[in-house]
């Protein structure tokens, strides 16, 4: 294995936050970074990576990257798959790979990729007409979760059918018979929780600590680090995502996110081919974050094998904490917690759900860390009465 020399530059598909904490783990390997995004005040623009403006699958902007990059990353899984097509007939390597973004791309396929590999998922069925639409609903049974096939994240594109009565509306809200749509079995989960496993050109693998999500309408609302979880678990979710990155032939870091059922069984709920956001934790919590380890894995340097140095939690700012702010949070609260770091992603237009930044503590227990960042994202909410904070505690 030879690494790509510093001082080469890296492609970056997207410019948001992802991209961003990409860039900066770049710059400090020694890396150039070139992203392409059709939004020219991006976050990933802000922080010194030469910036192409315009479409994801611009025939000559993915032709000015193939010229000028040595390696190209995607920070999301929604790019056109004919982008990454064109930079490998250039011969530039795309990685994590095409195979994982096609499958990421549609639940239909990841959840059937899953299931060939004998990793539980819920039950699924696809959904392309409204005969099957009715069928999903006589076979599974309400509640039922219905989604888009492809496009949808953070809550978007996707509706639970609870009452029989309600399925026209399911059907018309999600352009159902126009686009396909999966439909989910609805799992009585105790518990939801995620792992990043890394994975190297020569199949070295690494493993990130399981951490436990907590999901506020379709967005995550809560990182917790570690999660409360047995010894098994951790050994399950490790051994499913490094199945699944072995037979995607993953070179890079891949999220898997999972529902814990009642009888502490893992079912496969989402991944994702890149960082992601139950991973910001790690920017302070581990040996090696997230970020820096997508670029290590890219670049053929060796992967860091992370460890755990704190206790930590993560809470996402959303768009509306921004109202009647005059566009500037009030920091100071937030930072006067112990063990808080605060990261905007310098977004400019809030919008309710957007994510524009998010805190995370570290501290001498799970516990405490979830009850310091939930007091540092109060300090800057200047739109609502303060959180139940046990009720809400009791939730995580």
């Not at 009715?134 to 989604?147: M, N, Q, S, T, V």
Request: net charge negative.
């Amino acid at each position: 294995m030879k690494p790509i020399p510093s001082g080469s530059t890296i492609g970056i598909l997207g410019g948001g936050q992802l991209g961003r904490y990409l860039v900066i783990a770049a710059q400090h390997l020694g890396y150039r970074v070139m992203v392409l995004d059709p939004d020219p005040g991006c976050p990933a623009g802000q922080v010194g990576a030469q910036l192409l403006v315009g479409a994801y699958d611009d025939p000559s902007l993915i032709q000015q990257m193939a010229e000028h990059c040595v390696v190209v990353t995607y920070e999301f899984e929604n790019v056109p798959t004919s982008a990454i097509k064109q930079l490998v007939a250039a011969g530039i390597p795309v990685r994590p790979g095409l195979k994982a973004l096609e499958v990421a791309q549609n639940r239909v396929q990841e959840k059937t990729w899953c299931r060939n590999l004998g990793i539980p998922t819920a039950p699924f069925y696809p959904v392309a007409n409204h005969e099957d639409f009715l069928k999903a609903i006589e076979d599974l049974g309400c509640p039922i979760l219905f989604k888009t096939a492809s496009g949808g994240y953070d809550g978007k594109g996707q509706r639970l059918l609870r009452d029989l009565r309600d399925s026209d509306s399911v059907w018309a809200d999600l352009g159902a018979g126009r686009i396909p749509l999966i439909a989910e079995g609805w799992i009585a989960f105790t518990m939801e929780v995620a792992i990043i496993v890394s994975r190297s050109v020569d199949g070295d693998v690494t493993y990130f600590p399981v951490v436990k999500n907590v999901h506020d309408q379709g967005i995550l609302d809560l990182t917790v680090a570690p999660a409360p979880v047995t010894d098994d678990v951790r050994r399950t979710a490790e051994e499913y995502a490094g199945r699944l990155a072995e037979a995607l032939e993953l070179v890079g870091i891949l999220a898997v996110e999972f529902f814990v059922d009642s009888d502490g069984k893992l079912l496969v709920n989402e991944m994702a081919p890149r960082p992601h956001n139950s991973g910001h934790y790690t920017l302070e919590a581990t040996s090696v974050s997230q970020f820096e380890q997508q670029i290590r894995a890219v670049t053929e340097l060796p992967l860091a094998y992370p460890t755990l140095l704190h206790p930590a939690a993560m809470v996402n700012l959303l768009g509306q904490l921004w109202a009647n702010t005059e566009g500037a949070l009030p920091l100071e609260r937030a930072l006067a917690v112990t063990g808080s770091h605060v990261y905007l992603y310098g977004k400019k237009k809030p919008r309710v759900g957007r994510k524009m930044g998010h805190i995370t503590v570290v501290a001498e227990s799970p516990e405490r860390a979830v009850e310091r960042a939930l007091k540092a994202r109060h300090g800057v909410d200047l739109n609502v009465a303060e959180r139940d904070g046990l009720d809400y505690l009791g939730r995580v």
